[in-house]
């Protein structure tokens, strides 16, 4: 299998990954519950470039990550939540919980010709509703690839005195940053895609002296049902100690400056697909920096089809559809092309799986009917 979704979840996992985790199955790690969270938690404070104080925890999902940074807001009746159109589902759909339950308005902010966020939008809308109680945005789109001026808006949030949460789930372990520079009150992260941790696991990571504190309820450990991180489940341990094997491999990859090579073959791709006529490429001005993923679409293709296709004909996986993120297609205009078929690249991705896929996908395009006429009808 050439796999191209690492967007979605990494794979293969390290070795030290597996390794990890089945000492904790075979109770040949004798570490203690709170050992095993404290040192997942200072890995990922180094990893991520997080001030030493910063309080982080720990869920079962990107999710409950999220749903746990906005239940540290005391919502009211006619308070207010600015995001982006370049959001995931989860985020849209606990905010739309909100405004159900709580009452509380929400505004999207555009993206503009040249990026996925309108900075000028953004102060607009803060500088003319006081009652904005949080701004959450992501690092980076997870259909374009684009990375969001989060220097920027941090400064915004700051200015106007709004809490920021940005969702780093997408970049961390690909975009090196000190984020005690950044400002964010909030950074929420999974812990398996480019940290190449296990699934089911992600946490909220609190910076010190911002906007939102964690009040004593809410210093817990949020893993499964549990609070008490010696009541901790088997398997959550083994998730935590998964991933700290994964944080220590990403540490040592950046010690030594070795660079994930899909950023070095997501270029490759994007020329490629670009210089095919009949395939759109998705992405906003040539000056964003980008993440190693590539969105597009097929002339007479559904996305959907076109997938099944590759993956039948060349065992290529690719991810296709909306992605978890309907505002961005809204925005894109891709809803009714049925979103976008994603090329997403990792630490496994060669050059052989570019060329693979390229040289598929115009064998499946320039596949004729007839050419009785001169002219080159596609197969649907």
């Known amino acids: 299998m050439r796999y191209l979704d690492h967007a979605t979840n990494s794979w293969p996992k390290s070795s030290s ?48 990550a999220l749903k746990l940074a906005l239940s540290l807001i005391p919502w009211q009746a006619g308070d207010e939540i600015a995001i982006s159109t370049v959001e995931q589902q989860s985020l849209l759909d606990l905010v739309l919980g909100l405004a159900r339950t709580k009452g509380v308005r929400f505004f999207v902010i555009p993206a503009d010709e040249q990026s996925p ?22 690092h980076a789109s ?30 961390a372990g690909l975009i ?3 984020w005690e520079t950044v400002e964010a009150d909030m950074l929420g992260c999974s812990a398996n895609l480019a940290l190449g941790g296990p699934r089911r696991l992600a946490a909220l990571c609190m910076l010190p002296d ?11 450990l949020e893993l499964g049902s549990s609070f008490d991180p010696s009541a901790l489940q088997t398997e959550d341990l083994a998730r935590l ?45 040539e000056q964003n920096r980008r993440l ?4 597009f679409n097929v002339l007479n293709h559904h996305p959907e089809t076109l997938a099944g296709r590759l993956w039948q004909e060349e065992s290529l996986w690719l991810q296709a559809g ?14 009714q092309r049925g979103g976008t078929l994603r090329a997403s690249l990792g630490y496994h991705t060669r050059q052989e799986d570019i060329d693979i896929l390229l040289t598929a996908l115009k064998r499946i395009i320039v596949t004729p009917l007839h050419r009785a006429t001169g002219k080159i009808f596609y197969i649907p």
């Open 176 to 178: 090196p940053m000190r």
């Open 241 to 285: 100690t998964g991933w700290t094997a994964s944080l220590r491999d990403v540490e040592a990859m950046a010690r030594t400056g070795k660079r994930q090579p899909g950023l070095k073959y997501a270029k490759k791709l994007r020329n490629g697909l670009m210089e095919i006529p009949e395939v759109t490429v998705y992405h906003f001005s």
């Open 292 to 295: 190693p993923l590539v969105s």
């Open 322 to 335: 909306l992605h978890q993120s309907r505002l961005s297609h809204e925005s894109l205009g891709t809803i």
């Open 117 to 138: 966020f309108d900075l000028e939008a953004c102060e607009t809308l803060l500088r003319d509703n006081p009652r904005i109680r949080l701004l959450a945005v992501p």
């Open 210 to 220: 911002g906007l939102i504190s964690l009040q004593p309820q809410n210093s817990v």
């Open 142 to 171: 997870a259909i374009t690839g684009c990375i969001l001026p989060v220097q920027e808006i941090a400064q915004l949030s700051r200015r106007y005195g709004c809490p920021l949460l940005i969702d780093i789930s997408q970049t």
């Open 17 to 64: 990954v597996h390794e990890a985790m089945d000492r904790i199955f075979s109770r040949q790690d004798d570490r203690s519950s709170e050992t095993i969270v404290e040192q997942t938690q200072e890995l990922l404070t180094s990893v991520l470039g997080l001030p030493d104080a910063s309080p982080i925890r720990f869920t079962s999902s990107h999710r409950e």
